[in-house]
C-alpha cells in the first residue's frame, strides 16, 4: 500500500488520525494522567483557569491557546502546502499537537510550569483534557485554512489579548515563561 500525500488518498491520514489519538491516549496514560478530573465533577467545560478543574475538563479556558496551535502549525507547514494535500496537513499539525501533549504531560514540563510559571498548583492534564486540547488544534488548523494569512493573524492577536484579560496567561506568555521565565510576568499574572 502506497502512502501517497495526494488528494486522492484520503482515507489514510483519517486513519493515522485516529492511530496517532490512540497512541497518544496510551502515553498519556503510561504517564499516569488520569481519564476525567480528579474533583469527580462531569461537566466537560470548566472557565476557571486558576482552580482545581483546570486542565481536567474537555475544555478550559487554555482551549483558547490550543486552538492558536493549529493556527501556527496550519501557517508553519505552508512551505509544504503545495505538495501535501490538506487531510495530510491536519493530520502534521495533530501529529504536532498530540506530541506536544505528551511532553506537557511529562513530569519535567510538569515541575516546570510549577517552578517558572505562576502555575503553581498545576499536577498536568486529564487524558479527556488533552483530547479536548486535540480537538481545540484542529478546529484552529481549519479556521486557518479558511480564514488565510491575514485574518489568521488578526484571530492570532484578538485570542492572544482576549486570554491575556481573562486568565492572565496566552500562549506567547506560555512560551516565553517555560523557555525564559521572567519574575514580572509571573508576579503580574498572580495578583488578583
Request: with cysteine; charged share 15%.
Amino acid at each position: 500500500m502506497s502512502l501517497r500525500l495526494t488528494e486522492n488518498n484520503r482515507i489514510t491520514p483519517v486513519i493515522l488520525t485516529a492511530a496517532m489519538t490512540l497512541l497518544m491516549i496510551g502515553a498519556l496514560r503510561w504517564e499516569g494522567r488520569i481519564w476525567w478530573c480528579a474533583q469527580g465533577d462531569l461537566n466537560p467545560v470548566t472557565l476557571d483557569a486558576w482552580g482545581a478543574h483546570n486542565s481536567q475538563h474537555f475544555l478550559d479556558p487554555y482551549s483558547v491557546t490550543h486552538l492558536l496551535h493549529g493556527v501556527v502549525f496550519w501557517w508553519l507547514l505552508m512551505p509544504v502546502a503545495t505538495r501535501v494535500s490538506t487531510p495530510w496537513r491536519l493530520l502534521a499539525g495533530l501529529s504536532l499537537e498530540a506530541l506536544w501533549e505528551v511532553v506537557e504531560n511529562s513530569a519535567w514540563v510538569i515541575d516546570r510550569y510549577r517552578t517558572a510559571t505562576a502555575a503553581r498548583g498545576y499536577t498536568g492534564d486529564s487524558v479527556l483534557n488533552s483530547l479536548g486540547d486535540l480537538v481545540a488544534c484542529g478546529a484552529g488548523l481549519l479556521v486557518a485554512r479558511r480564514l488565510g494569512w491575514r485574518r489568521s493573524l488578526i484571530l492570532f492577536v484578538a485570542a492572544e489579548l482576549l486570554v491575556l484579560c481573562w486568565i492572565r496567561d496566552s500562549l506567547t506568555l506560555n512560551v516565553i515563561m517555560l523557555i525564559c521565565p521572567l519574575d514580572a510576568i509571573r508576579d503580574w499574572q498572580l495578583r488578583t
